[in-house]
Structures are given as structure tokens and as C-alpha cells.
Antibody, heavy 114, light 107 residues
Framework: QVQLVESGGGVVQPGRSLRLSCAASGFTFSSYGMHWVRQAPGKGLEWVAFISYDGGNKDYVDAVKGRFTISRDNSKNTVYLQMNSLRAEDTAVYYC???????WGQGTLVTVSS | DIQMTQSPSAMSASVGDRVTITCRASQGISNYLAWFQQKPGKVPKRLIYAASSLQSGVPSRFSGSGSGTEFTLTISSLQPEDFATYYCLQYNSYPRTFGQGTKVEIK
């Protein structure tokens, strides 16, 4: 069965960096684009970034452009989100999802606080 | 960017009620719309895709309709396990955008 397992979250100071990982299994990872979606505490869902199946196409929400980078390693069935220059407003649970949003990981909490 | 506006933002309903949630897109998105259910502390669950296609395993009391700019999620007879927050998502273009959510509470 499809499984997506995020890791890498934690507490980080403003301005610092963090890298999230999402390990996929149960499907042909190299055939699917992947997204990151986040949810701030008590707030709604916000799409963050997308990477195509081969990494050739990427897109980002304006709020993270220039600070976050999505990447993937198809040999490891893993998608990453490198988050630099973190801000308090980046505090959220970060989910990875398959291209069509049919499968989601359990999420990893990122807290940006001094 | 395409803005997705859901209404209402919150509602109270009773078990057995017919519930309708609306999502409006700021520009046409054909049928590239999905609906999600999220319960507190849980992962979002896709209910509907392509505006009206029911996700496998989702009860048939859930249905979706619409095309272009106006979409509807209908729960034909609300059950206790349906009390949750519902989100629409457009996937016609990037950036993907969610509606702000509709919280369905017990009356």
C-alpha cells in the first residue's frame, strides 16, 4: 500500500534552515510528481511546492519563493523540502502528497521560534 | 493566482440533514477541483476529484458537482462521522490553491 513518511521537522530559530524529507513506498515513485502542503496551527491548508516526476519542473507558492527548494532522489524514493531563512509564519505541519493529492503523509511539525 | 472562496465558513447541522458547501473560483478551472475532509488532528482525506468523481471507499452520500467557476459538495444525509472541516482545491494551474475551509459542526 502507498505510504508517505515525513521527517525532519522540529524547532528552529528564525533565519535558520531545516530540511524535510518524505520517504515514499508502495507505488512507482519515479513516475509521479509530488507536492508539499502545509497547515499552520488552527488554520487552513496551503499548497507550498510541487516537483515533477523527473525533477525537471518545480513550482512554489509566492510566500516561499527564493527561500524554499523542493528536490527529489528517485533512487531513494524520497522528496525533500529545503527551507532556508525561516520565519515565524512558516510554523506549520508540513505534509507531502502524491501528484493528485490522493495520498498524504502524516505530516511533520516545523516550529520557528526564538 | 486563482482564488478559491468557500461558503459558508462554518455551519451547524443535525444528523440526517442535507448539507451543501459551495466553492467559487476567481476564474474558470474546468473540472479541476477536488474536495477534502479533515478531522481534528488528522490528515486531509480526498473525497471527490475532477469535481464529481467519488474517491474509492468514500460513502455515496458524498457527491460533487459543478464546472467552470462554481462547485458544490453535497452530503445527502449527514452522519456523526461527517462532522469535520471540508476544503476545496483547484488543480487547474499553479499555484494550487485551497478554499479557506468549511467547518461542519453538530447542531
Amino acid at each position: 500500500q502507498v505510504q508517505l513518511v515525513e521527517s525532519g521537522g522540529g524547532v528552529v530559530q528564525p533565519g535558520r534552515s531545516l530540511r524535510l524529507s518524505c520517504a515514499a513506498s508502495g507505488f512507482t515513485f519515479s513516475s509521479y510528481g509530488m507536492h508539499w502542503v502545509r497547515q499552520a496551527p488552527g488554520k487552513g491548508l496551503e499548497w507550498v511546492a510541487f516537483i515533477s516526476y523527473d525533477g525537471g519542473n518545480k513550482d512554489y507558492v509566492d510566500a516561499v519563493k527564493g527561500r524554499f527548494t523542493i528536490s527529489r532522489d528517485n533512487s531513494k524514493n524520497t522528496v525533500y523540502l529545503q527551507m532556508n531563512s525561516l520565519r515565524a509564519e512558516d510554523t506549520a505541519v508540513y505534509y507531502c502528497t502524491k501528484r493528485t493529492f490522493d495520498y498524504w503523509g502524516q505530516g511533520t511539525l516545523v516550529t520557528v521560534s526564538s | 493566482d486563482i482564488q478559491m472562496t468557500q461558503s459558508p465558513s462554518a455551519m451547524s447541522a443535525s444528523v440526517g440533514d442535507r448539507v451543501t458547501i459551495t466553492c467559487r473560483a476567481s476564474q474558470g478551472i474546468s473540472n479541476y477541483l477536488a474536495w477534502f475532509q479533515q478531522k481534528p488532528g488528522k490528515v486531509p482525506k480526498r473525497l471527490i476529484y475532477a469535481a464529481s468523481s467519488l474517491q474509492s471507499g468514500v460513502p455515496s452520500r458524498f457527491s460533487g458537482s459543478g464546472s467552470g467557476t462554481e462547485f458544490t459538495l453535497t452530503i445527502s444525509s449527514l452522519q456523526p462521522e461527517d462532522f469535520a472541516t471540508y476544503y476545496c482545491l483547484q488543480y487547474n494551474s499553479y499555484p494550487r490553491t485551497f478554499g479557506q475551509g468549511t467547518k461542519v459542526e453538530i447542531k
